[in-house]
């Protein structure tokens, strides 16, 4: 069955361009003009895949709000904005809002196919572990790899894709430094380093919000981040 992506992006020609790349890859693609056309349809289904723009129909922060409702809908939805705009700080407020990443609308069609197609693999792998791995427990976090789900100290913690991915590629060697590359590598996908710490930052704070005393994670100064064993 062919996966389904939505595309958000309020410039027709570009979104046709975009619909049309996607279906020559064998994807399923709805494209919508604006925020509120987009939220109607996934609140009646949710596609695979969520493209997003952050300048939607003269509303210069639709896309981030489209996001958080998106997060709200679904904490395991693929999310990736992509966008005109290249600043730092749109970059960190997209991921820290739940995006599983950032892309700039100067990737080539290639690359952007070759983005979305990782992303699918990774939640693949995760859904197909080995046999004798289906849940992994490390101390308080229990990970179940069947439904994508963790749980801290017995309270559910909800992640992103990406964060699932981080966290379970930490927890499955304790104690063991994991570099930035390492993350990206096991993910099967590219990001900046800038991308990786945004997601460990967002991962703590949700933690943290479970037990304010959270410190499982520690960063490696120039080096990368380990899981530590209780």
């Given at each position: 069955m062919s996966k389904k992506i939505a595309i958000v992006e309020d410039e027709p020609a570009i979104r046709e361009n975009y619909?049309?790349?996607?279906?020559?890859?064998?994807?399923?693609?709805?494209?919508y003009a604006t925020r509120t056309e987009a939220l109607a349809a996934f609140r009646r289904q949710l596609?695979?895949?969520?493209?997003?723009?952050?300048?939607?129909?003269?509303?210069?922060?639709?896309?981030?709000?489209?996001?958080?409702?998106l997060r709200a809908l679904?904490?395991?939805?693929?999310?990736?904005?992509?966008?005109?705009?290249?600043?730092?700080?749109?970059?960190?407020t997209g991921l820290r809002l739940g995006a599983d990443d950032y892309l700039t609308k100067d990737i080539s069609l290639p690359h952007?196919?070759?983005?979305?197609?990782?992303?699918?693999?990774?939640?693949?792998a995760l859904r197909q572990p080995p046999v004798q791995e289906?849940?992994?427990?490390?101390?308080?976090?229990?990970?179940?790899l069947d439904r994508l789900t963790v749980r801290w100290h017995g309270?559910?913690?909800?992640?992103?894709?990406?964060?699932?991915?981080?966290?379970?590629a930490l927890a499955r060697r304790p104690g063991h430094v994991k570099t930035r590359?390492?993350?990206?590598?096991?993910?099967?996908?590219?990001?900046?380093?800038?991308t990786i710490s945004t997601h460990i930052k967002r991962i703590r704070r949700k933690f943290s919000a479970i037990d304010p005393g959270f410190k499982a994670i520690d960063a490696v100064y120039g080096v990368g981040y380990r899981w530590n064993a209780e």
């Open positions: 619909t049309d790349a996607l279906h020559r890859q064998g994807y399923e693609v709805a494209g596609p695979n895949l969520a493209i997003l723009d952050i300048w939607l129909a003269g509303d210069p922060d639709g896309g981030y709000e489209l996001c958080r409702e679904s904490p395991h939805l693929p999310i990736i904005f992509l966008t005109a705009r290249d600043s730092d700080i749109d970059t960190v952007l196919t070759a983005r979305i197609a990782a992303l699918f693999r990774r939640i693949e289906r849940t992994l427990d490390c101390g308080s976090l229990h990970i179940d309270a559910a913690i909800e992640l992103t894709v990406t964060e699932f991915w981080i966290i379970t590359e390492q993350l990206m590598d096991e993910a099967n996908i590219v990001v900046d380093t800038m």
